[in-house]
């Protein structure tokens, strides 16, 4: 029989032994007392086992045959469900999920992965960081005023232009009009500089709608997808990534993860979150940075950005984003922690530069030309006035 093994982080007042067996029972075929309506071999079929326990960390196994495959709710339901409200537990937190092979092969994993992103954008060959930005401000600015924004930070080298979390299809800003207007001053920068800059429109909406926004978004001229992967539901993105009339990268936001992951003892680590997304097909996920505004664990997120690099089931691999409170001075800081495979997003960082949202693309992109080339960013600034004039403004890192 093939099992999912679970990690969990527990504090309990009863023994660690005790505590970690009325997990694996909660979740399972047990309950608090005994009952009369109990088959005599359900435990040995479907029942959850404790595999290890070292110090505060246990591992569970449950048999492949408690779950629908293919349905996450009832998956997390099982690993992630009533346990975090037992009564005998302080803490418990979801560290890591190993998936066999058989739950793993009912999904389809990234549609185009890291390397085929590069490919849509040209960076096979230089394979650098790539730079990224949200329209700010994040809200308020019309489809025409949003256009303009895209294209200044596009004609800068951005390489991945995203609408913030929160901008859906709203009065101020339709999404129809607002991914018009916005395609088209990408199309301009195509034929300006012969560069493709990926625009991830945000459909964000439930499982039942996501494919008809999809289809709307493509009639439109989209070449990428956003989706709020928590809010929206995992089976929002399969849905997306499954169906065969959907052909554009999907770009995972995690917004309201921190409900979810913040506390390092209670709740559900990012790394399992960063396992669903990859099952479910998201091409690229934010995954934290080593610097900026955000609360952070910098081994955590190289722990989290490695799987998503890594060889697993024979899956593509996903694009990892780091993004908040990042600007030029933080860039080689960010590559050296996390290497060339990832996205640097910069909003304020760049929207925020003393000289406009051109400028500060053409800063992230010489810092990030800086780092690749092994040159202090203060020396690399002496040519490249946009650099200079953001570490001016900002600083650097170390």
Not at 5 to 19: D, G, Q, W
Not at 347 to 357: E, L, Q, V
Request: proline letters at 4%; aromatic letters at 6%; one cysteine or more.
């Amino acid at each position: 029989m093939e099992f999912v093994e679970c990690t969990y982080y527990v504090e309990s007042s009863l023994p660690i032994e005790r505590a970690a067996r009325a997990i694996a029972a909660e979740q399972s075929t047990g309950t608090w007392t005994d009952i009369s309506t109990k088959e005599k071999d359900v435990d040995e079929r479907l029942g959850a086992r404790v595999l290890g326990i070292d110090g505060s960390k246990v591992k569970i196994e449950f048999p492949i045959d408690l779950f629908e495959v293919d349905n996450i709710p009832q998956f997390l339901a099982t690993v992630a469900g009533n346990l975090f409200g037992l009564g005998a537990l302080k803490n418990i937190r979801l560290l890591d999920i190993k998936l066999p092979k058989s739950f793993v092969r009912e999904f389809k994993g990234p549609r185009f992965g890291i390397e085929g992103v590069r490919k849509k954008v040209g960076t096979v060959s230089d394979g650098r960081a790539h730079i990224g930005t949200i329209i700010k401000p994040k809200v308020g600015l019309s489809p025409k005023e949003t256009a303009e924004v895209a294209y200044n930070a596009g004609t800068g080298g951005c390489d991945l232009i995203k609408d913030d979390e929160t901008l859906t299809d709203q009065a101020f800003c339709p999404m129809v009009e607002r991914l018009e207007k916005v395609m088209e001053r990408m199309d301009k920068i195509k034929e300006e500089s012969g560069r493709t800059v990926l625009y991830a429109v945000n459909i964000t909406v439930g499982a039942e709608e996501i494919l008809e926004r999809a289809d709307l978004a493509t009639e439109h001229g989209a070449n990428m997808f956003m989706i709020d992967v928590l809010t929206a539901g995992f089976s929002a993105l399969k849905t997306l990534r499954e169906d065969k009339s959907v052909n554009l990268p999907i770009h995972v936001h995690r917004t309201m993860h921190g409900a979810i992951t913040r506390n390092k003892k209670h709740g559900i680590a990012m790394l399992p979150l960063a396992v669903l997304v990859r099952l479910c097909g998201g091409d690229q996920l934010h995954t934290g940075t080593a610097t900026g505004k955000m609360e952070r664990d910098v081994e955590g997120v190289k722990e989290i950005n490695d799987f998503l690099k890594s060889d697993w089931h024979g899956f593509k691999t996903v694009f990892p984003v780091a993004s908040g409170g990042l600007h030029p001075g933080l860039v080689p800081y960010e590559i050296n922690a996390f290497g060339k495979d990832v996205v640097l997003q910069a909003g304020g960082g760049i929207h925020g530069h003393p000289d406009g949202t051109i400028a500060g693309a053409k800063a992230m992109r010489q810092a990030v030309d800086a780092a690749r080339k092994n040159i202090p960013l203060e020396k690399y600034a002496l040519e490249h006035p946009e650099l200079m004039r953001a570490l001016e403004k900002w600083g650097k890192k170390g």
